[in-house]
């Protein structure tokens, strides 16, 4: 693989991630990390995948219900070549939301890593704080 693949494969990721939250899916959202996935968020800290899994699921029965996120990644990295770092700008659009709210305004930092067996990327870790 090259870089350019590399870059692509993880806008993919990104992308079906984007496309889980579109369907309200917190299965196929939290299959896109890892078994020991960790997030944090201002507030929040959710340690390995099920614990993302029902976190996001609740966001999509409560306060997410009708929303989307827009993330747009600024910088893509690879330290390490089964590694990747992502930051993006990111906010979120609540159900009758036309745009995103200053205060709503964050900055994140995804990590993720390749399966070298398998060759496929997952979301390892994710960080995101207000602008």
């Known amino acids: 693989m090259n870089a350019t693949d590399d870059t692509q494969d993880i806008r993919a990721v990104l992308d079906r991630l984007y496309s889980a939250w579109a369907d309200y899916d ?3 959202f939290a299959e896109l990390y890892t078994e020991d996935a960790t997030v944090v968020m201002p507030g ?8 993302i899994r029902a976190y996001i699921a609740a966001g999509f029965e409560g306060p997410l219900k009708g929303s989307r ?3 747009e990644p600024r910088r893509i990295r690879f330290p390490r070549p089964d590694t990747a770092v992502v930051v993006s ?3 979120i659009l609540l ?3 036309s745009e995103v709210p200053a205060d709503r305004h964050h ?3 995804w990590v993720l890593v390749r399966d070298p067996a398998a060759g496929t990327w997952a979301i390892t ?7």
């Open 44 to 51: 929040v800290f959710n340690d390995g995948r099920e614990e």
């Open 69 to 71: 996120p827009l993330d």
């Open 107 to 109: 900055r994140a930092t």
């Open 95 to 97: 159900a009758g939301d």
């Open 89 to 91: 700008e990111a906010g």
């Open 26 to 28: 917190a299965d196929a």
């Open 125 to 131: 870790s994710y960080h995101n704080a207000a602008v």
